[in-house]
């Protein structure tokens, strides 16, 4: 008897750490921080959380932004300079280290710009491995190849149509809308183009300095938050585990503030509707299933959630 009830005890706790809901995690609104048109609402773990490789068999994981900065991918095009190949690219781990890639994350060069597409890890092997991406340089592809770097992530608003739409006309068409929305100088109708704006990068770093401050004082239970501009949430994203998190932070606080530039307006939304929001999305799977499937999208690897993303919704 007792080692069954030692079983069942060891069972809950796997089934429980392998989901991301109120089971394991808690919407801290006590704690919130907002500069602006931006208000981050921070999600913790609870104790007993658990890590990825936990009943999952990843291991030890870096995130992409990690991995390139660090020297251990390189990321190339596919082959050739025929144009069938803009939607592959070459992902070479040459660490010990499984790698996440995530959809919606931006390197800048090779021939042209390329968003990731598609949520994935990339074992820690030297084999060539490929990863699906959009254009989000339209005007751009050169035979030469630029090394890639990494940039961050896309804005909400384009990780949308990535994930809803996986179609390449309407990318290139939500990235002209931006420039246009933004009043962006470009030759090569580039998303990272708004960086060659002065005053949108001093606004962005002016956000950015703020966040990542708070982010920094704070403790190391946090693994995702909500992030709310205007009368609207414009999203939320939640990972497996703090290390993770703070592995994808500072790109994805980049993606939140040029929505909140771009598109926001003060804050003006009073906690209820996001404790609605977020019951919806963490009371239970079942609900959460439901909420992410017409807002966002759910990685799993071997049963295990790994990261939810939910997208800007009307309230």
Not at 112 to 130: E, F, K, S, V, W
Not at 145 to 165: M, P, Q, T, V, W
Not at 252 to 273: C, E, H, K, Q, S
Request: hydrophobic fraction near 35%; include cysteine.
């Amino acid at each position: 008897m007792r080692i069954l009830l030692s079983f069942l005890l060891v069972f809950n706790l796997l089934t429980a750490s392998a989901q991301l809901t109120y089971q394991t995690l808690t919407v801290d609104f006590d704690s919130s921080w907002q500069y602006k048109n931006l208000k981050i609402i921070p999600i913790r773990q609870k104790a007993g959380g658990g890590s990825p490789g936990q009943g999952s068999g990843l291991g030890d994981i870096v995130t992409l932004n990690q991995a390139i900065r660090q020297g251990l991918v390189t990321v190339s095009e596919r082959g050739t300079t025929a144009i069938e190949n803009v939607h592959w690219l070459r992902i070479n781990n040459n660490s010990e280290k499984s790698v996440y890639v995530s959809s919606g994350e931006i390197v800048a060069g090779g021939r042209q710009d390329r968003m990731m597409a598609r949520d994935t890890i990339l074992a820690p092997t030297h084999r060539d491995q490929y990863v699906p991406a959009m254009c989000v340089e339209e005007g751009r592809w050169s035979e030469k190849e630029k090394k890639f770097d990494y940039a961050h992530f896309a804005n909400g608003h384009l990780r949308k149509i990535l994930d809803s739409s996986r179609n390449q006309l309407q990318v290139w068409h939500e990235v002209q809308r931006q420039l246009d929305s933004g009043h962006f100088k470009n030759n090569t109708l580039s998303y990272l183009s708004r960086r060659q704006d002065k005053k949108y990068v001093q606004v962005n770093d002016e956000y950015f300095n703020f966040f990542r401050g708070k982010f920094r004082h704070s403790d190391s239970t946090i693994v995702g938050f909500v992030a709310v501009s205007g009368n609207k949430i414009i999203g939320s994203d939640i990972f497996a585990d703090p290390a993770l998190f703070y592995g994808q932070l500072e790109p994805l606080l980049r993606g939140y503030i040029d929505d909140a530039v771009i598109f926001g307006a003060p804050v003006d939304l009073p906690t209820p509707p996001i404790r609605r929001y977020a019951d919806k999305l963490l009371s239970n799977e079942a609900s959460q299933e439901e909420f992410v499937k017409k807002n966002g999208k759910i990685f799993r690897q071997n049963g295990r959630v790994i990261h939810v993303n939910t997208f800007l919704k009307d309230q």
